[in-house]
């Protein structure tokens, strides 16, 4: 099974920034925290984890950039691709970590 895409706006349980969807939205653009609610494939919500997600390293990749985020809950880790409207400060201090 591939991507589902939904639209969902929610609120970030990190830093409380209302979050508007466009279907490919999976983390907050503005901390970059997000959340686990996907099990086996993006967009399934069949996880019941529902940790929250730390971002804790930035990858780049044939010029693009993603987020690798940690559940704090259970330890998944998982690469999301970075979105245009993410907090470009965020993104540089996690790429200087490590």
């Not at 693009?64 to 998944?76: I, P």
């Amino acid at each position: 099974m591939g991507f589902i895409k939904r639209t969902e706006d929610f609120v970030c349980e990190n830093c409380g920034a209302l979050v508007k969807g466009n279907g490919f939205t999976n983390h907050c653009p503005n901390c970059l925290f997000s959340k686990h609610v996907d099990k086996e494939t993006p967009g399934d919500r069949k996880s019941s984890c529902l940790g929250l997600m730390e971002p804790v390293a930035v990858e780049t990749k044939a010029g693009s950039f993603s987020v690798v985020h940690r559940c704090l809950k259970c330890g998944k880790t998982i690469k999301n691709k970075a979105g245009d409207k993410d907090n470009f400060e965020e993104l540089l201090k996690l790429s200087q970590k490590g």
